[in-house]
C-alpha cells in the first residue's frame, strides 16, 4: 500500500494516455483489419508497445515507419497508417478523470503537471486534438526530452524543472512499471484504475473535490 505522504500535497501529476485521455491502437486498426485475430497479430508482432516506445523516446516516426515497412513491405500501407491516421486511435478523454482535471485547474490552490511518454512529432497534433492539456502549469514530454519512463532520469527532469518535492506530490499512471519508478524517486504515485479510485485517493491526501 502507498504509504501516506508526511507533509501537505498541493501538486498533482497525472499521466496522459489510459488516464486523462482513452488512447488505444486498436481504435484505428479495427477498422483497418476487421479480422480480430489478423488486428492482434498486426499489433502484437509487427507494430508493437516495443515499436511505438521508441518514437516516444525519441526516435523518429520516418526511421520507425522504414524499419517496418522494409522488414513487412506486404503490410507497409498499415504499418504508415499508424502516424498518418493517429488521431483515430483515441476516443476522447476519459469524462470522469476530466472532469477532476477541470476542478483541480481551476483552483490555484494546487499545481497540475502531465508526465507522458509521447513522441514529439505527434505531441503538437495531441494539443491540437485536447486543447485542455494547455490548461497543465507544465509538461513533461519524453519525446522532447529523449527519456522516458520508466526511466529515473524523466522524474529528475520533473522534479527540477518545476522546482517540485516529491512529498509534496501525487502521481496517477496506468503503468505500474513507471508507477514503482516513481515510487523509488519518493513520489506518492498510484496505478490509475478509474476516476473514482483517483478521486478517492486524492480525497485521502486533503485534496477535496466536488
Not at 508526511?6 to 489510459?18: E, K
Not at 508493437?48 to 516516426?61: E, H, L, S, Y
Not at 509534496?168 to 504515485?189: I, P, R, T
Request: some cysteine.
Amino acid at each position: 500500500m502507498q504509504k501516506m505522504a508526511s507533509q501537505s500535497v498541493d501538486t498533482i501529476i497525472f499521466d496522459l494516455g489510459g488516464v486523462l485521455v482513452d488512447w488505444n491502437p486498436a481504435y484505428l486498426y479495427e477498422k483497418i483489419f476487421p479480422d480480430p485475430a489478423v488486428r492482434s497479430y498486426f499489433l502484437n508482432e509487427i507494430c508493437t508497445p516495443d515499436w511505438n516506445a521508441q518514437q516516444d523516446g525519441g526516435r523518429t516516426i520516418a526511421e520507425a515507419n522504414e524499419i517496418l515497412s522494409t522488414r513487412y513491405p506486404e503490410h507497409r500501407e498499415a504499418i504508415h497508417a499508424y502516424y498518418e491516421r493517429w488521431e483515430e486511435m483515441f476516443r476522447g478523454p476519459i469524462t470522469g478523470t476530466l472532469d477532476i482535471f477541470n476542478q483541480l485547474t481551476a483552483n490555484p490552490v494546487y499545481k497540475v503537471y502531465a508526465l507522458t511518454n509521447w513522441s514529439a512529432e505527434t505531441w503538437e497534433r495531441g494539443m491540437q486534438l485536447f486543447p485542455f492539456f494547455r490548461l497543465f502549469d507544465g509538461i513533461v514530454v519524453s519525446g522532447h526530452e529523449k527519456t522516458m519512463k520508466p526511466q529515473p532520469e524523466i522524474y529528475h527532469i520533473l522534479l527540477n524543472r518545476f522546482a517540485l518535492q516529491p512529498e509534496q506530490l501525487v502521481f496517477f499512471d496506468d503503468n505500474e512499471k513507471n508507477v514503482l519508478a516513481a515510487q523509488k524517486q519518493g513520489f506518492n504515485a498510484f496505478v490509475f484504475q478509474s476516476p473514482q479510485q483517483l478521486k478517492k485517493a486524492l480525497q485521502d491526501y486533503g485534496i477535496a473535490l466536488a
